[in-house]
């Protein structure tokens, strides 16, 4: 089964339900209408008996460039309803196994939604970043919680508070990454791996799933919930104002004043 008629592609086929981010020429950057698209998605692969494995995917020269700031700017995502947060909720509780195919820039969300992945496998072009401070903004998607968990304070400390890109091995190393790749190869690797996880039984995969995540959970949830609440306020703030206006008339922001 599939769905081709957006910017995110939704296919299923032999238990693997598959999310390709479709809008290559503004670099995959994400809509709330595409927002919406992943979280209905996600929801339904959840309840679908016959969804065993999600997949995740871009081009091979990207992944994500992160939110289209145009159509963020429009729409500021302040409710808690608002389809990127529902994203990140049907993301962060979805039972059944998640894998990642990253090639090329994944920014922002692009890289914070790896973190709620069980197995990412990266294109060697692959180019992680996390700039919210660079946008007068702070972590989403429970970042805050889950970069210092994987990659100790220090390094963690380096990708959010710098916001700088960092490459796949720094990735592979760090733990965010199972796999480097030839980004010729990589989308087709995930899906042998999800081949392989679909053939296994359901209720092992989901009980192990479940067991792994137990303990931090609901941690997890409640870090989401304080970064939500937190992201909206500095939204609406000087910084993020003066970031995002220089981003929109291309120059340099100045946060002397702010």
């Known amino acids: 089964m599939s769905n081709t008629s957006s910017d995110i ?3 299923s086929e032999a238990g693997v339900c598959t999310l390709s981010f479709n809008r290559l020429e503004r670099k995959n950057s994400i809509t709330a209408a595409m927002y919406a698209t992943l979280a209905d998605a996600v929801n339904a692969a959840a309840a679908d008996p016959a969804v065993r494995v999600l997949v995740f995917q871009g081009h091979e020269t990207v992944f994500s460039a992160g939110n289209d700031i145009g159509d963020f700017l429009n729409a500021p995502p302040a409710d808690p309803e608002a389809p990127v947060w529902r994203f990140m909720r049907a993301l962060a509780g979805f039972p059944k196994p998640v894998l990642a195919s990253v090639c090329g820039p994944a920014v922002g969300i692009g890289t914070t939604l790896l973190f709620h992945c069980d197995l990412v496998y990266a294109g060697d072009n692959a ?10 903004l702070c972590p989403e998607f429970a970042s805050s919680l889950l970069v210092p968990q994987m990659f100790g304070y220090h390094r963690a400390a380096e990708a959010l508070l710098l916001g700088e890109p ?3 091995e720094a990735a592979l190393d760090a733990g965010l990454v199972n796999r480097v790749l030839p980004p010729t190869e990589a989308n087709a690797y995930a899906q042998a791996q999800a081949r392989k996880l679909a053939a296994k039984p359901l209720s092992s995969l989901v009980e192990t799933k479940r067991l792994m995540k ?4 609901a941690q997890v949830m409640a870090q989401m919930g304080e970064e939500g609440a937190s992201f909206g306020r500095m939204l609406r703030e000087p ?3 003066e970031a995002f206006g220089a981003f929109m008339e291309k120059r340099k922001p100045d946060f002397s004043k702010v």
Do not use: D, I, Q, Y
């Open 127 to 136: 180019a992680f970043s996390m700039p919210f401070v660079n946008l007068g």
């Open 9 to 11: 592609l939704v296919h």
């Open 239 to 241: 910084a993020a104002r």
């Open 214 to 217: 137990k303990a931090g959970a």
């Open 166 to 168: 960092f490459m796949a």
